[in-house]
């Protein structure tokens, strides 16, 4: 075989971490990366018709992934608290630091969803404000 020295099992493991990433945090991570998509395309659309539609459709999309984030993150924590209501107390701040580390994941994926959302939302604002 080729020594491709580590390049790919690096790519590998890091492509695995995302996965178990977005399995960790939970079915809102799916939702999330759902609305993204759509999120990203009409930002793309506004950057380039820069129209009064395209900028609310895009503003609407924008603010679904920090939302649904938050939700995600409400539903983990809530899933944490009843959890450690049955845990041993020699485990309990361990089992909540891990717990809640995990129930943030959605909203932290959520905010850099929206993140991204929020660069072409701009451009294209700036563009519709300045042929005005």
């Not at 020594?3 to 799916?30: C, K, P, W, Y």
Request: glycine content about 12%.
């Amino acid at each position: 075989m080729y020594d491709t020295g580590g390049a790919i099992d690096e790519e590998e493991a890091r492509m695995e971490s995302m996965a178990q990433t977005l399995v960790r945090g939970g079915f809102t991570m799916n939702l999330i990366l759902l609305v993204t998509v759509p999120l990203l395309v009409f930002g793309v659309l506004h950057v380039i018709l820069a129209r009064k539609w395209s900028f609310i459709v895009t503003l609407i999309l924008f603010a679904l992934p920090p939302l649904l984030g938050a939700a995600g993150y409400a539903h983990g924590a809530t899933m944490v608290e009843q959890a450690l209501q049955g845990a041993d107390p020699a485990h309990r701040d361990e089992m909540a630091a891990v717990g809640y580390t995990e129930a943030k994941l959605p909203l932290y994926f959520g905010l850099g969803a929206g993140a991204v959302g929020l660069v072409p939302l701009v451009i294209g604002e700036a563009r519709r404000r300045s042929r005005s």
